[in-house]
């Protein structure tokens, strides 16, 4: 029974029409992914370090 299923839903959904909506999709994806791990390496106000910041307040960011 879901061998059945399953032969149904690559039926349905492999056919050529559908290759530019799995391409842009896929494009999407790895758009997003680039600019999460290009933010959480190089990004300073998001970057992720293991040790922690011994300031982690500037003296520009302290009130008076």
Do not use: D, H
């Amino acid at each position: 029974m879901a061998a059945a299923g399953s032969s149904a839903a690559w039926k349905r959904w492999l056919r050529p029409e559908v290759y530019p909506i799995f391409a842009a999709t896929g494009v999407a994806v790895s758009i997003c992914a680039m600019q999460l791990i290009r933010n959480i390496t190089t990004n300073p106000e998001v970057r992720y370090r293991p040790n922690p910041n011994p300031r982690p307040v500037s003296s520009a960011e302290t009130p008076i």
